[in-house]
């Protein structure tokens, strides 16, 4: 029998289902620093460029590529038509990507798989079963993604990242579900928070960020409020643009000129999350649940915008526990003068300190440090 453990995790497309995953790797390799890890995903998505390049750093400045193998398949979502021609296609596709998972799975000998789910964990989960491996769902949103719900039923165990969805434990077979929240990297708590003393000449910090993908809907609105938001001696900003949309954002609302306005920087994309907002006062962000559980963590009071497409509208109901509290704010991007309301939303929290320490406050009950570190404890017994 090995001495050590051998655990898969999966799910991908985006940073808000990697990302968990490697906080969690982080805590099973604090754990159990024997313990091989794999990584699940799809050979042409983020997952992929991440897990194959060493600029991505743990807490302790090594390259989660040192120690997390890629092992790569295709995935393939679920179909929008109607067309059953079209769901027979998927349905071999699928098959095949399962088939792929499967042999991943033998040839590593996986005692464990985790997954946050997204289309390119469902092979994964599928051959979980196939290979009678036990696998653990962790479902990051207010909100139970399709992948998650179809393989929830024969997962050793259910973790929420909220929860509003503890109602399933009588859809899991094995009636675990445990409320872990999200799990986030230990960067985060190593960066805590930094200065935000306020005093003479101090200014108010402001991370405006997209995600992993950016957000144009975002960049419009702050492009257009660049001149207002220039004039504010209590602010300083900085934009996370998103790598794609960054050169357009650039020359459509600086002229190509980065040095424009004096306390204003764009960036296109950072793996320094940890490091801005250990030092940012408000964010303006949308509302998937790793930033929601970064920014809890940090003490960064969010003004959400959520995604309005987003499956059911989760990032709203991820978003509204906080705002319920007044631990956060919340527009919505297609409301009547947007713009006018996010900038008026920067003078309420700017203008009243009182105000925006008591959300900070508020904001501290959301946070969920210890999420890693009781995941991994709870995958490692898993593992067999």
């Given at each position: 029998?090995?001495?050590?453990?051998?655990?898969?995790?999966?799910?991908?497309?985006?940073?808000?289902?990697?990302?968990?995953?490697?906080?969690?790797?982080?805590?099973?390799?604090?754990?159990?620093?024997?313990?091989?890890?794999?990584?699940?995903?799809?050979?042409?998505?983020?997952?992929?460029?991440?897990?194959?390049?060493?600029?991505?750093?743990?807490?302790?400045?090594?390259?989660?590529?040192?120690?997390?193998?890629?092992?790569?398949?295709?995935?393939?979502?679920?179909?929008?038509?109607?067309?059953?021609?079209?769901?027979?296609?998927?349905?071999?596709?699928?098959?095949?990507?399962?088939?792929?998972?499967?042999?991943?799975?033998?040839?590593?000998?996986?005692?464990?798989?985790?997954?946050?789910?997204?289309?390119?964990?469902?092979?994964?989960?599928?051959?979980?079963?196939?290979?009678?491996?036990?696998?653990?769902?962790?479902?990051?949103?207010?909100?139970?993604?399709?992948?998650?719900?179809?393989?929830?039923k024969?997962?050793?165990?259910?973790?929420?990242?909220?929860?509003?969805?503890?109602?399933?434990?009588?859809?899991?077979?094995?009636?675990?579900?445990?409320?872990?929240?999200?799990?986030?990297?230990?960067?985060?708590?190593?960066?805590?928070?930094?200065?935000?003393?306020?005093?003479?000449g101090?200014?108010?910090?402001?991370?405006?960020?997209?995600?992993?993908?950016?957000?144009?809907?975002?960049?419009?609105?702050?492009?257009?409020l660049?001149?207002?938001?220039?004039?504010?001696?209590?602010?300083?900003?900085?934009?996370?643009?998103?790598?794609?949309?960054?050169?357009?954002?650039?020359?459509?609302?600086?002229?190509?000129?980065l040095?424009?306005?004096?306390?204003?920087k764009?960036?296109?994309?950072?793996?320094?999350?940890?490091?801005?907002?250990?030092?940012?006062?408000?964010?303006?962000?949308?509302?998937?649940?790793?930033?929601?559980?970064?920014?809890?963590?940090?003490?960064?009071?969010?003004?959400?915008?959520?995604?309005?497409?987003?499956?059911?509208?989760?990032?709203?109901?991820?978003?509204?526990s906080?705002?319920?509290?007044?631990?956060?704010?919340?527009?919505?991007?297609?409301?009547?003068?947007?713009?006018?309301?996010?900038?008026?939303?920067?003078?309420?929290?700017?203008?009243?300190?009182e105000?925006?320490?008591?959300?900070?406050?508020?904001?501290?009950?959301?946070?969920?440090?210890?999420?890693?570190?009781?995941?991994?404890?709870?995958?490692?017994?898993?593992?067999?």
């Open positions: 029998m090995a001495q050590f453990k051998k655990i898969a995790l999966t799910g991908g497309g985006t940073g808000g289902h990697i990302y968990p995953c490697l906080a969690l790797a982080e805590a099973i390799l604090e754990q159990k620093p024997a313990t091989k890890l794999f990584y699940i995903g799809h050979e042409a998505k983020l997952e992929a460029e991440l897990l194959n390049k060493d600029e991505l750093k743990d807490a302790q400045g090594k390259a989660y590529s040192s120690y997390i193998k890629f092992l790569g398949l295709v995935a393939y979502p679920l179909p929008r038509s109607k067309n059953p021609f079209d769901y027979l296609k998927f349905a071999w596709r699928f098959w095949d990507s399962v088939q792929k998972a499967s042999a991943h799975l033998k040839e590593n000998k996986i005692d464990a798989v985790f997954g946050t789910g997204g289309y390119v964990a469902a092979p994964a989960f599928a051959a979980a079963i196939l290979n009678k491996i036990p696998y653990i769902i962790h479902n990051l949103d207010a909100h139970m993604g399709l992948a998650n719900l179809t393989f929830v024969d997962a050793a165990v259910l973790t929420l990242g909220f929860p509003d969805l503890k109602y399933l434990k009588s859809k899991v077979k094995s009636g675990k579900v445990v409320v872990s929240g999200n799990p986030i990297s230990m960067k985060f708590s190593k960066e805590g928070i930094g200065n935000r003393e306020r005093g003479e101090k200014r108010f910090n402001i991370l405006i960020t997209g995600g992993s993908q950016g957000a144009e809907s975002i960049n419009e609105a702050i492009g257009r660049l001149p207002r938001l220039s004039e504010n001696n209590k602010i300083n900003v900085i934009h996370v643009a998103g790598s794609k949309l960054y050169q357009e954002y650039v020359e459509k609302f600086l002229d190509g000129d040095a424009k306005y004096a306390n204003y764009v960036v296109a994309y950072t793996h320094q999350m940890p490091q801005l907002c250990a030092h940012a006062d408000i964010a303006i962000c949308r509302s998937g649940a790793m930033t929601i559980a970064e920014m809890a963590a940090s003490g960064v009071v969010p003004i959400f915008i959520p995604l309005p497409w987003a499956a059911h509208d989760h990032q709203t109901l991820n978003a509204k906080l705002v319920d509290a007044e631990a956060a704010l919340m527009l919505k991007q297609d409301e009547p003068d947007f713009d006018e309301h996010l900038y008026a939303s920067i003078e309420k929290l700017v203008e009243d300190i105000r925006l320490e008591l959300m900070q406050t508020k904001l501290a009950l959301f946070a969920k440090p210890g999420a890693a570190g009781q995941l991994a404890k709870l995958v490692l017994k898993i593992a067999k």
